[in-house]
């Protein structure tokens, strides 16, 4: 890895022509007073905090789409035409948390590393040029230290930790070097790595929730029928919030709809939840898991344990969104300490 | 704030922005893109299965398009949507395959008013399959309930075709009723030409009903096997697989030697949208065909 | 198109109002985009906002609004006995609508409010599916012009139609809106059907539950956040009875 520092104002001075920025924006206060941040589209750095502290929604929507045309057939006579297009629109997306940056990374391996690449997630994934920058201190609830995600070493082209006046730069692609030769940045020096250091040490005092989870693939077969999913799943509602929120949660659901005309017909991919009703709901209608609570179940076998099983670490990363944005309070530290004691009863 | 300094696009870079050229082990670059296929013939076999010969429209489609018993397809039908469905018929016909489907859904009710001529598109072929080398020089037990005769029809195409690198084969089929029976034109041919012991039962008679009635363990009763010379391959719903694989399992036949097949509602085929997670594993790259060992470790497969 | 074999059936359509606004009569001519080729899928033999004449002879009947008046029975009984599909167009048809909300008074009263002296025949409101059998429900105040598109193309072409089964919040998250519980609100999202595209949270306003429960709401868990949240039972009671789309469930 290569390292540069570049002072504040010189990475302000930064600019991406045609392409679309997006970064962490402020869209207003909750009850408590807290800010509240969205990734949205930007066009001047006046508009974005790089403070921020942490999102309500992930950036995975630039990545995934919640709604995305995978291809439309157009009819003529008896026959109809395929056709596809990738959106390879560039896009720069600035301020993501290292959270984010390993949740894209766990969508790597599923789009782009397994035995059928997507073209749809690659293409946007390709075309678009991350920079990333460091917490500043752990977010509400957040357990990123816990399940390895509170740092990166890939997936970014830039990532950023604020080390008072400058930046300590990490360089994670050729076009980033590329584009930084083109504004003024300096080599780092040992009072630099230093200062990094200091910094990150700070972070990771902060952090007020751990949790373990090394031992979950095991503890989620043992207590499959544990008591511990109806609690929660009684609570549940099956709105798929968690999942809308999740920067690695994946899943989702095709309909086809013909145009008015009768000309055409799209195939829309749309992300779905597994905790929606109809999730695993076959031909026929019998659905194979009707109750909230094995459909809660599943979300975390699949994120502790299939996950890990097929990448050798969880699918979370710990950004705590879903527990944030679930009206019932059902949080990923909490049911997972549930479960634990009640292994050790 | 002053902005503009140093343009940077990186559309500059090469292999930006078209999708890459993936790496060797797919075989499919743009996976959403169908072959184009043909029904060629629509055959009713019951009131609710028809059995459907496809052939694809570009002949040249057919060297890229090589399935193995067990496996299944993803035949779309545009403006419809997309449904997963196993192969009915042998893969060493390299000109049409078959699919029985029966009218369940949104999507199947719509193909049953399709006729010859239509075009539907096909994606795959994806899963696994029942390995058939494996089984050579051995007993075979195929064994269907219901619908699970339309699976069962890839291997026992593959047993008929090499019918000399099989010992004794036996088919053992189960239905509700005489009136659901599919295929039943071809009980004869198996019987006579292709020296299997077939065996149809029924739990609900009719009047000219003459075989044995009652569920399809009970064909079990007087079959003999030879535990460690005897695969099985059992399709059907769950409760019956899960009943008769627990009687071969009684009868000593070991877990790894029966394969079955199991039914999810995929929508994607590659192993994306987690739709036919069981558990966590991905029944369109894991499955659909499991041996049994593997489906008792599965969390919610039966 | 013809695909599969199927010739396409221009279906004869008639739209009929009852107690209600005609707001979704008024939605069917919504989305100038389409409009043209809504009405040329379709054959419409009556419908009083759109066309002058009227006929008897209609496979699909679209009925807009509740019963609230005995002819009105009839009448209802009539066309059903016409229509090959009988299709309940939005919340007045599917529920009752806000017409419900009279069901909560005395009838002499409300009439006396409402008419003074001039009182008119009246009776409780309900919805069409409490008087004769419905094909198809297409709920939401105002309707869809989406749904109906959608239920066109079923009609035409046997296409799969299904309404969501999953709640608004799904919607709501994929606009980002922010959860209008977190800014102080009291909101049905979490509860009610989905399909609307959340236009109501996304302009600040909590759902209204107009296009009635979702499959399976989790009732006794929503009823414990909205008591937790500091709603009283009354604030929750008259959001459900907005629409009458929850006379499924009774605040315990």
Known sequence: MLFKTIKKQAFFDFYFPDFQCVGPKKVGINNNGKPIYQFLPFSSFDEIDLDYETTEYSAKTYFLPYKETLSSFEFKEDDWTQNIKYSTRPRVIIGLHPCDINGLIKLDKVFEKTLFPDPYYITRRQNTFVVGIDCKKPCDGGFCSSVGSNTVTHGFDLFLTDIGDRYFVKIGSDRAFNALQKIKTSEITKNDNELYLQTRNKFEDGFEKTVRVENLPNLLDIEFESDVWGKWGDKCLSCGTCAMVCPTCYCYGITEHISMDFNKSDKIKQLYSCNLNDFAQVAGGHNFRPEPATRLKYRYYHQHRGFVESFGQPLCVGCNRCGRACLSGINPTDVISDLQREQKR | MKKIMVPYDIRHETDMVEPLDFNRRSRLKEVDRCFKAEITNVIRLTDMEKLFQIRMVNDKDWERFVFLPGQFVMLELPGYGEIPISFSSSPSIRSTIELCIRKAGKVTQALHKATRGAIVGLRGPFGTYFPMERMKENNILLIAGGLGLAPLRAPISFVIENRADFKEVNILYGAKEPSQLLFDYQYEEWHRIDDINLEVIVEQPDKKWIGPVGLITKLLDDIKVVPDKTYAIVCGPPVMFKFVCKRLSEMGVPMQRMFVSLERRMHCGIGKCCRCNIGSTYTCLDGPVFDFWTVMNLKEAI | ?252
């Open chain 3, 1 to 252: 198109m013809k695909y599969l074999g199927i010739e396409p059936q221009k279906p004869k359509i008639a739209v009929f109002d009852f107690t209600s606004c005609e707001g979704c009569e008024l939605q069917l001519l919504n989305k100038e985009e389409t409009l043209a080729d809504f009405l040329n899928a379709v054959e419409i033999m009556s419908f009083r906002e759109a066309s002058s004449s009227s006929s008897d002879d209609y496979d699909i009947a679209l009925i807009e609004g509740a019963v609230s008046r005995n002819d009105e029975v009839k009448r209802l009984e009539k066309i059903r006995k016409n229509a090959k599909v009988l299709v309940a167009l939005g919340s007045c048809a599917c529920f009752g609508g806000v017409n419900r909300l009279k069901n909560e008074f005395d009838l002499k009263s409300a009439n006396k409010e409402v008419y003074g002296n001039n009182p008119k025949e009246t009776i409780n409101v309900r919805a069409i599916k409490d008087i004769v059998p419905v094909d198809i429900e297409i709920p939401g105040c105002p309707v869809s012009k989406a749904e109906v598109e959608s239920l066109i193309c079923h009609v035409v072409w046997d296409s799969p139609f299904q309404l969501p089964v999953y709640p608004v919040c799904v919607e709501c998250k994929q606009r980002f809106t922010t959860c209008l519980f977190e800014k102080g609100q009291l909101c049905l999202g979490p509860i009610t059907r989905a399909g609307c595209n959340a236009p109501c949270p996304a302009g600040g306003q909590g759902c209204w539950g107009c296009r009635g429960p979702a499959v399976e709401p989790n009732y006794a868990s929503f009823f414990t956040i909205v008591k937790e949240k500091g709603f009283s039972d009354i604030e929750l009671k008259e959001k459900l009875n907005f629409f009458g789309a929850f006379q499924e469930v009774t605040i315990s």
